[in-house]
């Protein structure tokens, strides 16, 4: 297939995001309103050839795929070196009504965010399928991660569960936020959000990753203070050592009944360690955050006592 001349790709990608978002029957949380599931996304690329794929795969574990390696198990018929794909990542931000709703919960999910973990995700789905089918229509072939038939959580002996393609990883490389106690990807949107990503055969300027720490807007990890996450969890699944993703798991499986019986709808979720803390809609280390409007690096965080 010709391919379509595109003279600014990131340009022209996060307005095939934010269009499909502002434009999509998808975008829905299937309530009576008919309120939309998500506003803009943050959009985010990193080169395929990145070494951080190889770190991943070194620190998570060898079932980790990097893009090269997905891309190639599913278009067989085109294989590319990693030089020349790209990893488009984005991220959707909750809206500010499904946080406040979600701040009030205590053990399981306001309807709100249940609906997002479902619905909104729906969405995900088709923004993922939608981005991938265009990219391959103006002659870029892509590779959604999360949609391929072999995608799969692995029971790793380092981290628990874990998963071949991890959407917040892909988020991380893209320059688009670090990671907190709780596990979960603070961005400058907040930590209350939602991820997608597509592999593409296309060189796309990176977006600069303005952080060298993987827990650099997290201020716990910068300066011992915050920890807000482990009170607002209701299963005890984070402590200053970090996330226990069983007991969470464990506390998700319960709310599927919590949500049945309350809301009258096959779903799940939590997300309260999400919302109601620092993080939950901006970066909480002022350093961090003034240092990515200037466009700078943050300062090194201080030893722990
Ligand atoms: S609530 Fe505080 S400790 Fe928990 S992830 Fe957010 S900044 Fe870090
Ligand atoms: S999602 Fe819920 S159960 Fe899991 S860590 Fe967050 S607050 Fe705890």
């Known amino acids: ?67 090269w390696e997905v891309y190639n198990q599913h278009q067989p018929g085109q294989p590319a070196p990693a030089e020349e794909l790209s990893v488009i990542s984005w991220v959707l931000p909750q809206r500010e009504m499904v946080r406040l709703a979600n701040r009030r919960a205590k053990k399981y999910p ?87 990503s597509v592999v593409v055969r296309m060189v796309i300027e990176p977006t600069p990753r303005p952080y060298a720490d993987h827990h650099a807007y997290c201020s716990f990890f910068v300066d011992g203070s915050c920890g807000k996450c482990i009170d607002r969890c209701p299963a005890r699944a984070i402590t200053t050592a970090g996330h226990d993703k069983e007991k969470c798991r464990q506390h998700l499986v319960a709310s599927r009944d919590y949500v049945a019986k309350t809301y009258n709808f096959t779903g799940y979720g939590c997300g309260l360690c999400q919302v109601g803390v620092p993080c939950e809609s901006g970066i909480p280390v002022k350093a961090a955050r003034e240092a990515l409007e200037r466009g700078e690096l943050p300062p090194p965080p201080a030893p722990l006592a």
């Open 110 to 196: 306001a309807e709100e965010w249940a609906r997002i973990r479902i619905f909104g995700e729906k969405c995900n789905i088709a923004l993922r399928n939608h981005v991938k089918d265009s990219l391959s229509k103006a002659g870029y072939p892509a590779v959604a991660p999360m949609l391929v038939p072999n995608w799969t959580i692995v029971n790793s002996q380092r981290f628990g569960y874990a998963s071949s393609w991890s959407e917040r990883h892909a988020a991380h490389a893209a320059g688009l936020g670090t990671f907190g106690l709780c596990d979960g990807l603070i961005t400058a949107k907040g930590k209350a959000m939602r991820v997608g």
């Open 1 to 67: 297939m010709p391919k379509k001349k595109i003279a600014n790709p990131r340009a022209w990608i996060t307005g095939l995001i934010n269009d499909f978002l502002a434009s999509s029957p998808t975008n829905d949380m299937a309530n009576p309103p008919g309120e939309p599931a998500w506003d803009q996304a943050l959009v985010g690329f990193v080169a395929g050839a990145d070494p951080i794929w190889q770190q991943y795969k070194e620190y998570v574990g060898p079932f980790h795929w990097t893009p």
